[in-house]
């Protein structure tokens, strides 16, 4: 079992940055690959980004890639999210999930173990 928690959400303006945290219970952390998720207003959820269990492989959604970097640090069981560059279509509720396998996950289904999700607003 694993219990998420995100950080670091909040009301910004397009062009700022932001980075989102998500910590991690529990000592194995380094087992999962690890994802970003959001959902906008009237939206599905959708992939922002992922990265396997040892850093290594990363994946970014194409709305994302150039701005968003992915990074995690297993010691202090932490997922980050620095996000650059915020653009109003950013908006969401961002959530981290942890899936069992190791490598990089980008199906949603795969994801076993989700956070209660951070508010990110950019206004223009």
């Known amino acids: 079992q694993v219990q998420l928690v995100e950080s670091g959400g909040g009301l910004v303006q397009a062009g700022d940055s932001l980075r989102l945290s998500c910590t991690a219970s529990g000592r194995t952390f380094n087992s999962y690959a690890m994802g970003w998720f959001r959902q906008a207003p009237g939206k599905e959820r959708e992939l922002v980004s992922t990265i396997a269990w040892n850093g290594d492989s990363t994946y970014y959604a194409d709305s994302v890639k150039g701005r968003f970097t992915i990074s995690r640090d297993n010691a202090m069981n932490t997922l980050y999210l620095q996000m650059i560059s915020l653009k109003p279509e950013d908006t969401a509720v961002y959530y981290c999930?942890?899936?069992?396998?190791?490598?990089?996950?980008?199906?949603?289904?795969?994801?076993?173990?989700w956070g209660q999700g951070t508010q990110v607003t950019v206004s223009s």
């Open positions: 999930a942890a899936a069992t396998l190791m490598l990089v996950v980008t199906t949603e289904y795969q994801y076993d173990y």
